[in-house]
């Protein structure tokens, strides 16, 4: 069975996966669905793997298991709206288990692609128990904790496909500690008390919902300052693609869902934390770009892996029009993106560059922008 999915997994990799992801358009990347006869375009961003490594090793090295179990909470709300948001099937909307299970294997099998390999699993969907494992996997590979992508998305989407919030998972191996593959056990924590481990236990925040209004403005509008799309940055080979990994400078860039960048600054506990880490690792992301170094060039960058149409002006002052917009739009102050800008600017121009605020606006009834200074 396993070298079969292995085969099943590179053709999800390299067939599907394209056909899904949109990277056509300048300042935008989408995850393209069908639903209900209607297409979906759910608005996504590249982050850096090493940047998310280090943002869990230390938040864990300062806050230990409570920051441990923020992070899987983050990363537990933020896969159960992405996969609300992607109508995954459920028990209630596919009651045979035997339809669901197929389905589901389908769908680890696009997981272990997109952000792992190798995959190997037990699914139990009656009894809630499922055991997944990849030969490695995004992040945890990095810093052996990978509470926000490994075990905090695995289980947010099971909660969603077992419509049971009470779902949680822990990752008893993982690459990154040293073991040969990084295994979930994903049931309800008593079952997986039972099996001699402790897992967290986080809720879910089930109000956020696909509204008209997300759909309009994450629509892909003209944008001005920002002129060539992630298709476009591959094909001149200033980004590498290549079996679905998108990589700059050496780096891996992975893609995922705007709500992760939301929660993240929602969530997390240390909001000065959360915004020296990105802004010493963006900074370095701008020395290493040497003397292209531009604001044209890292508004073209930016642009290119998701963030918008990117103005930047003197001062400094960031404009983001068409940002990625979420309904948690007036919840969070925008950590993520001001610590990614001011170390791209404090690159540029020599100097330290901190944009504390950020401000939203919605310029017409199609722009929804972010306004850093
Ligand atoms: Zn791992």
């Given at each position: 069975?396993?070298?079969?999915?292995?085969?099943?997994?590179?053709?999800?990799?390299?067939?599907?996966?394209?056909?899904?992801?949109?990277?056509?358009?300048?300042?935008?990347?989408?995850?393209?669905?069908?639903?209900?006869?209607?297409?979906?375009?759910?608005?996504?961003?590249?982050?850096?793997?090493?940047?998310?490594?280090?943002?869990?090793?230390?938040?864990?090295?300062?806050?230990?298991?409570?920051?441990?179990?923020?992070?899987y909470?983050i990363g537990k709300?933020s896969c159960?709206?992405?996969?609300?948001?992607?109508?995954?099937?459920?028990?209630?909307?596919?009651?045979?288990?035997?339809?669901?299970?197929?389905?589901?294997?389908?769908?680890?099998?696009?997981?272990?692609?997109?952000?792992?390999?190798?995959?190997?699993?037990?699914?139990?969907?009656?009894?809630?128990?499922?055991?997944?494992?990849?030969?490695?996997?995004?992040?945890?590979?990095?810093?052996?904790?990978?509470e926000i992508f490994?075990?905090g998305s695995?289980?947010?989407?099971?909660?969603?496909?077992?419509?049971?919030?009470?779902?949680?998972?822990?990752?008893?191996?993982?690459?990154?500690?040293?073991?040969?593959?990084?295994?979930?056990?994903?049931?309800?924590?008593?079952?997986?008390?039972?099996?001699?481990?402790?897992?967290?236990?986080?809720?879910?925040?089930?109000?956020?919902?696909?509204?008209?209004?997300?759909?309009?403005?994450?629509?892909?509008?003209?944008?001005?300052?920002?002129?060539?799309?992630?298709?476009?940055?591959?094909?001149?080979?200033?980004?590498?693609?290549?079996?679905?990994?998108?990589?700059?400078?050496?780096?891996?860039?992975?893609?995922?869902?705007?709500?992760?960048?939301?929660?993240?600054?929602?969530?997390?506990?240390?909001?000065?934390?959360?915004?020296?880490?990105?802004?010493?690792?963006?900074?370095?992301?701008?020395?290493?770009?040497?003397?292209?170094?531009?604001?044209?060039?890292?508004?073209?960058?930016?642009?290119?892996?998701?963030?918008?149409?990117?103005?930047?002006?003197?001062?400094?002052?960031?404009?983001?029009?068409?940002?990625?917009?979420?309904?948690?739009?007036?919840?969070?102050?925008?950590?993520?993106?001001?610590?990614?800008?001011?170390?791209?600017?404090?690159?540029?121009?020599?100097?330290?560059?901190?944009?504390?605020?950020?401000?939203?606006?919605?310029?017409?009834?199609?722009?929804?922008?972010?306004?850093?200074?």
């Amino acid at each position: 069975m396993k070298l079969t999915d292995n085969i099943y997994s590179l053709y999800i990799r390299s067939i599907l996966i394209p056909k899904m992801e949109d990277y056509s358009n300048p300042g935008y990347v989408y995850t393209k669905l069908t639903r209900d006869s209607r297409e979906i375009m759910l608005r996504d961003v590249f982050v850096p793997e090493e940047l998310v490594a280090e943002i869990e090793a230390k938040t864990v090295e300062k806050y230990g298991d409570e920051g441990r179990k923020t992070l899987y909470r983050i990363g537990k709300n933020s896969c159960y709206v992405y996969s609300k948001f992607s109508g995954f099937e459920t028990v209630e909307t596919t009651p045979n288990l035997k339809k669901l299970e197929e389905y589901v294997r389908l769908l680890v099998l696009f997981i272990a692609g997109t952000y792992g390999a190798d995959v190997d699993y037990e699914l139990d969907i009656k009894n809630k128990v499922q055991k997944i494992s990849f030969s490695n996997y995004v992040v945890c590979q990095k810093n052996g904790i990978g509470e926000i992508f490994a075990s905090g998305s695995a289980a947010g989407m099971w909660a969603w496909i077992l419509q049971d919030n009470n779902i949680e998972v822990v990752q008893y191996k993982c690459v990154g500690r040293g073991d040969k593959t990084c295994s979930l056990l994903i049931a309800l924590p008593e079952t997986i008390e039972k099996r001699g481990y402790t897992a967290f236990k986080a809720s879910i925040q089930t109000d956020i919902d696909l509204t008209e209004e997300y759909l309009h403005l994450n629509k892909p509008y003209p944008t001005e300052a920002v002129k060539l799309s992630l298709e476009k940055l591959i094909a001149f080979n200033v980004i590498e693609f290549k079996d679905g990994r998108i990589t700059f400078h050496q780096k891996r860039y992975f893609e995922c869902d705007s709500h992760y960048v939301y929660f993240l600054e929602l969530m997390h506990n240390d909001q000065n934390l959360l915004f020296e880490v990105t802004k010493e690792y963006y900074k370095k992301v701008g020395e290493d770009i040497g003397d292209k170094l531009s604001t044209d060039y890292i508004a073209g960058f930016l642009g290119a892996m998701g963030w918008g149409d990117i103005m930047i002006h003197s001062g400094p002052r960031v404009q983001l029009r068409h940002y990625p917009y979420t309904t948690l739009y007036d919840k969070t102050k925008y950590t993520v993106i001001r610590g990614v800008l001011s170390g791209l600017l404090s690159a540029v121009y020599k100097n330290d560059v901190n944009l504390k605020e950020a401000t939203t606006v919605f310029d017409d009834e199609n722009t929804f922008s972010v306004i850093l200074e």
